[in-house]
């Protein structure tokens, strides 16, 4: 059993930065693929970045250029460095893991069995 909490977010104006944290717990070792999904009012859950165990990265195309993710083993934390942030990008944001997940399918929410509880982001024009 894998136990995500994610904190960090909070309200920034257009251009500011935050960085959100996942910690990972549980069997932290056993996890393979970490990713961020995020969730506007009325919208679908959407992928946002996603860290292969090999370290490889996938951006959505809206966040590309200012948002990073990385992963920190000794502190068993996932990050997402958000750079630049635009009035849409304000969502939830969630932290999902688990231990395999097929080539292809990683932007898709269903492929993931362990989530956190979500962070609020808001980004004021």
């Known amino acids: 059993q894998v136990q995500l909490v994610e904190s960090g977010g909070g309200s920034v104006q257009s251009g500011g930065s935050l960085r959100l944290s996942c910690s990972v717990s549980?069997?932290?070792?056993?996890?393979?693929?970490m990713a961020w999904f995020r969730q506007a009012p009325g919208k679908e859950r959407e992928a946002v970045a996603v860290l292969d165990k090999d370290y490889s990265t996938t951006y959505a195309d809206s966040v590309k250029g200012r948002f990073s993710i990385f992963r920190d083993n000794v502190k068993n934390t996932l990050y997402l460095q958000m750079n630049d942030l635009k009035s849409e990008d304000t969502a939830t944001y969630y932290c999902a893991a688990d231990f395999m997940v097929q080539p292809g399918r990683k932007l898709f929410s269903n492929e993931y069995n362990n989530w956190g509880q979500g962070t609020q982001v808001t980004v004021s024009s």
């Open positions: 549980g069997s932290p070792g056993s996890i393979f693929v």
